[in-house]
């Protein structure tokens, strides 16, 4: 093409009309230009994969035949180059603990050899955050991938035309707008570079800082990658307006002006809104954290923290949900929207599912207090009036209790007119104690203060016992017993294994001292001759009965089987215990 053009010029020199002088370098030139458009569609898979490899590198699929672009050669690594490649990552990790960055690091273990990569931990939630914006990178980067042959072969057509056509200013504009495109985006990369490693430093957290606040440095990782990416659209929305600017379009002209500072005005409303938005959630979130973190590590009670594991959580969705629905409506309202309808629309709404949900709010403001007032616990033995078991589980709607035979039941709190919990606290094990009329009461009262003080010297249930027993007296007079009543003060749930292991000493004294207790019986009568005197009773003996010393066979129980029986024994309540 170089000679071509030299033969043009010198047969222009020797008589050739400027016409035919024209055209011929007009077709060179054409020439050229075909041959450069042959040469990108030549290399578009190379160059694709290149593109590609700046977000995720990956082996390139492309035809073995096609030849490499100068410096886009696959070559494998040196020994050497690889050695290097370690100590730059084993030294980006070092680097990284140094300054307390909020990047995740983490050395290699002891048994890595020396030459292997040394791969960075990486949490859940920096994964997904780090997905989320490599995604959107993904995207640009493949749309720029598909399309680059396509817009390259835009630009030079583009610059053909306008020189050909002769266009005035053209060439230079093309030219001018060329050169500032790429000194632009040079730039726009250094800046984003610079920035990043700014803003890692700035969000760097002492360690001393992160021991106290464990959750802090967590929070910062979630923000870093939100904080670069608007960054990022910061940069390269500059870069764009001075691209637009260097081909002539004015586009910083037209945010100078009234339209574009209304605009730019609109958008730092919505970013500072939303920072405020964020700034406040943030605040609730990590109030709520902190509160966890020390009852966690300051109490036992994990009941207690359970239940406020389930309540502050819904405080802070209701919190999201109130500022998320304020914030929508300042947003629409700051870029013009007339939010009167939507608020007249939404109240309507509200209305309408109220009306249709009565039941649904009433379980969950009946779940709320109850929550709120520490009226029951995971674990506490109740009765709701219509149920009653173990509770199981407390959500904002529902408790669910299991009975003494396994059946589970899902009670809406809407349907709690009384809740009755034997296991706050502390309980009491009340004993009615029944003896016959003929027993001095006053010697029996003694016999259960003996009881009540021996089971209190129990390995057992001993420790389970508050207070000493506690005697009332005579409560009644029954049918065929004096009625004495007693008490054991116990801690929850304990009241009826300390009510069976003091029934068990009471049988046993009463029976060691001749205390009768009384139990059901009849008189039988065989009525009266007419001479007033009784008729004879014939007693038959029962077939089957044992004879004289037939009992000697039968395997006696020993010590030992009672004492495993005894620890056996259960202490959850039983059908016919007050539930």
């Not at 309408?352 to 009226?375: H, M, N, P, R, W």
């Not at 027993?439 to 003080?453: S, W």
């Not at 004294?509 to 008189?523: A, K, N, W, Y």
Request: aromatic share 6%; charged share 20%.
């Amino acid at each position: 093409l170089v000679v071509y053009g030299y033969l043009a010029e010198i047969a222009l020199v020797h008589g050739l009309s400027p016409g035919a002088h024209s055209a011929v370098v007009k077709i060179l030139a054409l020439t050229l230009a075909s041959m450069v458009v042959v040469m990108i569609l030549q290399n578009r898979q190379a160059v694709e994969d290149w593109i590609r490899s700046w977000v995720v590198p990956q082996a390139p699929d492309r035809d073995p035949n096609q030849q490499e672009l100068p410096g886009l050669e696959q070559t494998a690594p040196t020994d050497a180059e690889a050695q290097d490649v370690n100590q730059e990552t084993i030294g980006a990790e070092a680097g990284a603990s140094d300054t307390g960055s909020t990047e995740e690091a983490s050395s290699a273990p002891p048994s890595t050899p020396a030459n292997t990569p040394v791969q960075p931990a990486v949490t859940s939630s920096e994964r997904s955050s780090e997905s989320l914006r490599l995604r959107g990178a993904k995207l640009l980067v493949s749309w720029f991938a598909d399309l680059w042959h396509v817009l390259a072969i835009i630009y030079i057509a583009a610059i053909y035309l306008v020189w050909a056509l002769q266009v005035p200013g053209g060439f230079a504009l093309m030219a001018s707008g060329t050169v500032q495109t790429i000194v632009l985006i040079a730039i726009g990369f250094l800046l984003m570079r610079v920035t990043a490693k700014m803003i890692t430093k700035a969000f760097a957290i002492p360690d001393d800082i992160a021991e106290r606040m464990p959750g802090l440095e967590r929070r910062a990782n979630r923000y870093l990658p939100v904080i670069k990416t608007t960054a990022n659209i910061l940069i390269w929305g500059s870069v764009f307006i001075g691209v637009l600017d260097a081909w002539g379009l004015a586009a910083a002209a037209w945010l100078a002006s009234a339209g574009g500072l209304s605009l730019l005005g609109s958008l730092v409303s919505l970013v500072i809104i939303a920072a405020i938005a964020l700034g406040l959630w943030e605040l609730v979130g990590g109030a709520i954290e902190r509160k966890l973190t020390g009852l966690e590590a300051s109490t036992t009670d994990l009941e207690r923290v359970a239940r406020l594991r389930t309540l502050l959580p819904l405080v802070k969705t209701i919190f999201t949900v109130v500022l998320i629905v304020i914030v929508t409506l300042i947003v629409l309202a700051e870029i013009g929207v007339n939010i009167g309808p939507l608020l007249a629309g939404a109240g309507i709404i509200g209305v309408a599912v109220g009306f249709g949900s009565q039941k649904l709010v009433q379980d969950i403001i009946t779940g709320l207090f109850i929550l709120i007032e520490d009226q029951v616990s995971v674990g506490d033995v109740v009765d709701t009036g219509s149920h009653s078991g173990v509770v199981e589980a407390i959500n904002l709607r529902t408790i669910r209790l299991r009975d003494l035979s396994g059946t589970v039941h899902i009670v809406p709190f809407s349907d709690v007119s009384s809740i009755k919990n034997l296991t706050k606290d502390f309980a009491f094990a009340v004993m009615d104690v029944g003896v016959a009329y003929r027993e001095d009461v006053d010697e029996v009262i003694v016999l259960l203060e003996r009881c009540g003080a021996e089971l209190q010297q129990d390995e057992e249930h001993g420790p389970n016992i508050l207070e000493p027993i506690t005697i009332f007296g005579v409560n009644e007079f029954a049918d065929s017993a004096v009625i004495i009543r007693c008490r054991l003060k116990t801690k929850p749930m304990m009241q009826w294994g300390v009510k069976r292991a003091f029934n068990r000493i009471m049988k046993r004294m009463f029976d060691e001292h001749g205390i009768e207790i009384p139990f059901p019986h009849q008189t039988i009568y065989f009525g009266e001759l007419k001479d007033g005197s009784a008729p004879p009773a014939y007693v038959v003996r029962a077939k089957g009965r044992p004879a004289d010393g037939a009992g000697d066979s039968i395997e006696m129980v020993t010590e030992d089987e009672k004492q495993a029986a005894l620890a056996n024994l259960s202490n959850r309540p039983v059908d016919g215990d007050e539930v």
